[in-house]
T-cell receptor
Framework: NAGVTQTPKFQVLKTGQSMTLQCAQD?????MSWYRQDPGMGLRLIHY???????DQGEVPNGYNVSRSTTEDFPLRLLSAAPSQTSVYFCASSTQGGETQYFGPGTRLLVL | GDSVTQMEGPVTLSEEAFLTINCTYTATGYPSLFWYVQYPGEGLQLLLKATKADDKGSNKGFEATYRKETTSFHLEKGSVQVSDSAVYFC?????????FGAGTRLTVKP
């Protein structure tokens, strides 16, 4: 099993550009989520999904969109990147929201 | 809302020293409690967990006990190694999410 995979590993964007961060898992987990990690602030939940076709907002959803068309994939879209979105982004999956989370390796995003 | 607070870092120890990283929580119900570890350049991975009061989670020489009376889940290890250098996160389970502390960076020097 590959577990949770994320692409790309690193990305540089200019302000106003759009991009999609990819996330996939092969553990048949119903729950998937996106976090951002910033120095001194731990992990903050952006969006989550409890199953295909169902998504909901987390603590910091502004500027991000998600969709969940399949159980395996949960992409995160930045519609118009801003410097405040410079961060490290982690995707995670689990059987349920409150159960052990399995994390991907992360995507480091720099917005200039 | 439910939350966790963990001790500020960074923490620097010599090899074979005793480690304690404090974590306290605020919750209306009875959440599960977790410690995750993040090694440099990697994602978080589960270190240990406890699902109810008085449970002790343990793994790789690390231990933490779910203390309802003090709302705490402190992480301990009797003898740290250089390879334990990482960032440690305390977390609790929510209904549809997991709440993380800010993280504590541990550096172990030989």
């Amino acid at each position: 099993n590959a577990g949770v995979t994320q692409t790309p590993k690193f990305q540089v964007l200019k302000t106003g550009q759009s991009m999609t961060l990819q996330c996939a898992q092969d553990m048949n987990h119903e729950y998937m989520s996106w976090y951002r990690q910033d120095p001194g602030m731990g992990l903050r939940l952006i969006h989550y999904s409890v199953g295909a076709g169902i998504t909901d907002q987390g603590e910091v959803p502004n500027g991000y969109n998600v969709s969940r068309s399949t159980t395996e994939d949960f992409p995160l879209r930045l519609l118009s990147a801003a410097p405040s979105q410079t961060s490290v982004y982690f995707c995670a999956s689990s059987t349920q929201g409150g159960e052990t989370q399995y994390f991907g390796p992360g995507t480091r995003l720099l917005v200039l | 809302g439910d939350s966790v607070t963990q001790m500020e870092g960074p923490v620097t120890l010599s090899e074979e020293a005793f480690l304690t990283i404090n974590c306290t929580y605020t919750a209306t119900g009875y959440p599960s409690l977790f410690w995750y570890v993040q090694y440099p350049g990697e994602g978080l991975q589960l270190l240990l967990k406890a699902t109810k009061a008085d449970d002790k989670g343990s793994n790789k020489g690390f231990e933490a006990t779910y203390r309802k009376e003090t709302t705490s889940f402190h992480l301990e290890k009797g003898s740290v190694q250089v390879s334990d250098s990482a960032v440690y996160f305390c977390a609790l389970s929510g209904v549809n999410d997991m709440r993380f502390g800010a993280g504590t960076r541990l550096t172990v020097k030989p």
